[in-house]
């Protein structure tokens, strides 16, 4: 189970780590709350639905190679969370799932090989978003908070197509 804080040192090199998270890890909750945070709990609960935030995939430290030591995360994101419309301002369910591919790295590598302005790397011939470390430990709450935010829908509605005929 990963903590909200992970060490790049936690992974065994060359041996692939499987997870399967959801919110029962406290820094998921803490996510799944704040994703539900502009509902009250008599809103949430008139939805009559079942709400969760789910990371399952893998985590990889390598040592070898132009990166060195560095761990690649790979997985998908799965959530259902309450909104609210912006058109009615009803409160509404909406999901999201995305694929996650990062990649975390020592602080003086990314200095060493001029990615400072680089968001995204390619490594083994896959693009994945560019993280780094100064002290061997990444924030991974923050990490996913980021591929949430920058891709659940900011302006959530229930008309369909056919509604606005």
């Known amino acids: 189970m990963f903590k909200k804080t992970v060490y ?3 992974f065994p090199v060359g041996q692939p780590k499987l997870f399967d998270l959801d919110e029962s890890n406290a820094w998921l909750a803490e996510l799944l709350s ?3 945070e502009e509902m009250t709990a008599e809103e949430v609960a008139s939805l009559d639905e ?3 935030l ?3 995939g893998e985590g990889l430290r390598t040592t070898t190679g132009k990166l060195e ?3 690649k995360i790979q997985g998908k994101i799965s959530t259902v969370y309450a909104t609210r419309c912006i058109n009615t301002g009803k409160p509404m369910v909406d999901s999201l799932e995305l694929e996650v591919k990062f990649v975390v ?3 003086e590598l990314i200095t060493r090989y001029g990615y400072e302005e680089q968001t995204t790397i390619f490594i083994d011939d896959s ?3 560019l993280y780094s470390t100064k002290d061997n430990r990444f924030d991974i709450k923050e990490i996913i908070h980021e591929f949430l935010w920058l ?3 900011q302006y959530p509605t229930t008309l369909t197509d056919t509604d606005s005929n």
Do not use: G, T
Request: proline letters at 0%.
């Open 50 to 52: 079942k709400f969760f």
């Open 54 to 56: 789910c990371f399952e």
């Open 69 to 71: 030591d560095h761990v």
């Open 127 to 129: 693009e994945f978003e």
């Open 34 to 36: 704040e994703l539900n």
């Open 8 to 10: 790049l040192s936690s």
């Open 151 to 153: 891709n659940k829908d």
């Open 105 to 107: 790295i020592d602080d």
